[in-house]
């Protein structure tokens, strides 16, 4: 049997691929997606694609590419990104990524905000199911689909790795998620989620990242642009070139932090008012957990916050295990 987990954000593809008994192979692409037509030609190439080439209703798209690559295509980032062509691209891409013609079961998430929806659940799990053309010789069958909230991934993630797992049996886990678009949060008590506890704040990592492009254009004079900031990061580089100059981009993400992270742990603070018991330890994965860490320790001086080892791949590795 052939279990997948799909993370698809709206910065990065993130899946874990593999049959239960074992653990999951793990893969991390750009979340860029466009028509094949909206890409632009590289001047100096080894004939080499960092991309895939998948079908969207037929019609040729690239997927698994930086986002700043495509011309002429605007990124999606709001809520109704699920129902998008790119989105589709990136589900097709993870398909193709397995390495399967049948896959038995599949395990995503959606924003909490969205997961409380049923009727937008069973949208995506029924986009999910069934056969897809992929490439124009190569269809892949998807027979099960269940969709959970994104943040439950993580958790179930931390519960894998842990000794004992009975010591937080009688629990309360706040899970904290900071994505690109949203940042989401669950409350975990005895195993089961809370659901007037979950959140969702859309002032996210990509927020952070339009904060220090304009802290940088205040000091250098020049528009780094948040794709091309994102793209550094991705990259693991420390400085942006920028009008001649390197820049080093440290700085301008903590101060950019700092002003937003605050924003965010109010919120979250707030939809645990209706709470009798505090949490008992904080859970913090996804890909931007490096951005808010400071903020949610200052949030919660009294609780442990703990992130996993490489956060941004702890939910896709917890859908895994969930269908396995």
Request: charged share 25%; hydrophobic share 40%.
């Amino acid at each position: 049997m052939t279990v997948l987990g799909i993370d698809i954000g709206y910065s990065n593809l993130k899946l874990a691929c593999g049959d239960p008994g074992g653990e999951p192979r793990v893969l991390l692409r750009p979340a860029g997606a466009a028509p094949a037509d909206r890409l632009g030609e590289k001047i100096a190439s080894n004939g080499e694609e960092d991309f895939l080439r998948v079908l969207v209703n037929g019609e040729p798209f690239v997927a698994g590419l930086s986002p700043d690559r495509a011309e002429l295509w605007s990124r999606e980032l709001h809520e109704d990104y699920p129902s998008t062509a790119s989105y589709r691209a990136l589900f097709h891409a993870a398909l193709l990524l397995a390495e399967r013609d049948e896959i038995n079961r599949v395990v995503t998430g959606l924003p909490v905000t969205q997961y409380l929806n049923p009727e937008l659940r069973e949208r995506l799990a029924g986009q999910m199911r069934g056969e897809h053309e992929i490439t124009p010789r190569r269809k892949i069958t998807v027979n099960q689909v269940k969709v959970v909230p994104q943040p439950v991934g993580g958790f179930v993630d931390y519960v894998w790795g842990l000794p004992d797992a009975s010591e937080i049996e009688d629990s309360r886990v706040l899970v904290v998620d900071p994505g690109f678009f949203s940042v989401d949060w669950v409350l975990i008590s005895n195993g089961e989620l809370r659901r007037q506890s979950c959140g969702t704040s859309l002032e996210a990592s990509s927020v952070i990242l339009d904060e220090a492009v304009r802290l940088i254009a205040q000091d250098f004079g020049g528009n780094v642009g948040r794709e091309r900031l994102e793209h550094t990061l991705r990259k693991g580089h420390a400085q942006v070139r920028l009008l001649g100059e390197r820049v080093e981009v440290a700085p301008y993400l903590k101060k950019a932090a700092d002003k937003v992270g605050p924003i965010v742990t109010t919120r979250l603070r707030e939809s645990l008012r209706k709470e009798n018991a505090s949490a008992d330890l904080v859970l913090l994965v996804g890909g931007g957990a490096g951005f808010f860490e400071e903020a949610i320790k200052d949030a919660f001086p009294q609780l442990k916050v703990s992130t996993p080892e490489a956060p941004v791949f702890a939910n896709v590795r917890g859908f895994w295990r969930m269908g396995a």
